[in-house]
């Protein structure tokens, strides 16, 4: 049997930076904690948590004091820089450059249009991301899940539709346009593509994994959106494809009369863990 593990699965750059500088942080010692899971994998989580560092939620950091806390590469609104300079916390920002030029974009057309405008974010509502763009409006943005939510708009206003940065270019194009067609002039849509070219370019190579093996083998955590994405786009080319969190879910039934094995993940899926699932893999 062949097993072949994507070489353009795992970590972005985004996450691969935060990742370094909570290594980074905690060997110099001390405590560090993190503001939310730094990625949306439990198996990365539970690793950088054997090293010392500690999941916060935003209301544990607002009674923190004197402390060092890292923001993850889905960027904060805001409040959260307003908490730590209030409480004298040392702010680790780890946020992903492509995610601060997304929200400097987003306050800019903001305090430039204030409320003549609509501002839209194409993406998963209480995502971290998003939060931290809606907060870049002082809470006025509209979150938009799914093209049957446009009718909570006001099709007379202009709008301005953002999208968060690892959703699908189609599913950008597809609310784009069911927008264009309700929009009333003399009211104007702006369609802003936000989305991270380094992530939406993975589909078609993963595609093309997923048709060149019998069986694919997604690693994700359950969590995370990009994850959702990539497998779905698997599954629609490979039907013998799942998602698995850990070696230990692989079933040896899935692996009978199969001849290649493909791999793979989503941004927040670490090299390490895919190896783990080959390595289980080739033992069976």
């Not at 806390?69 to 780890?94: C, F, M, W």
């Not at 955590?221 to 629609?236: T, V």
């Amino acid at each position: 049997m062949q097993v072949t593990i994507d070489p353009g699965s795992g970590f972005c750059f985004g996450v691969t930076t935060a990742i370094n500088k909570a290594q980074e942080e905690l060997a110099r010692g001390g405590k560090l904690y993190c503001l939310g899971d730094i990625v949306h994998n439990n198996e990365e989580v539970n690793r950088l948590h054997s090293l010392g560092m500690e999941t916060i939620t935003h209301q544990q950091m607002a009674s923190l004091n004197n402390s060092r806390v890292l923001l993850r590469a889905h960027g904060e609104p805001p409040s959260t820089y307003k908490i730590a300079q209030k409480n004298n916390i040392e702010i680790i920002d780890a946020t992903c450059p492509v995610v601060l030029q997304l929200q400097k974009r987003v306050k800019e057309c903001y305090d430039k249009a204030g409320d003549k405008i609509q501002i839209v974010i194409y993406g998963k509502r209480g995502h971290a991301e998003v939060n931290g763009l809606v907060g870049q409006t002082d809470g006025n943005a509209i979150v938009i899940e799914h093209v049957s939510e446009i009718e909570t708009l006001d099709f007379n206003k202009d709008i301005a539709l953002f999208s968060q940065t690892t959703k699908s270019i189609d599913g950008f194009k597809s609310m784009c346009e069911a927008i264009s067609k309700r929009i009333i002039s003399p009211a104007k849509l702006t369609c802003h593509d936000t989305i991270c070219r380094q992530v939406a370019n993975r589909v078609e190579r993963l595609i093309e994994f997923a048709q060149s093996h019998d069986l694919i083998l997604f690693v994700s955590g359950s969590k995370s959106s990009n994850g959702r994405i990539l497998f779905n786009e698997c599954l629609g080319v490979n039907v013998n494809t799942y998602m698995i969190s850990s070696e230990e879910e692989v079933d040896p039934m899935w692996l009978k009369n199969i001849r290649s094995v493909g791999i793979c993940g989503a941004t927040s899926t670490p090299r390490w863990l895919m190896e783990k699932v080959k390595d289980a893999i080739l033992n069976y």
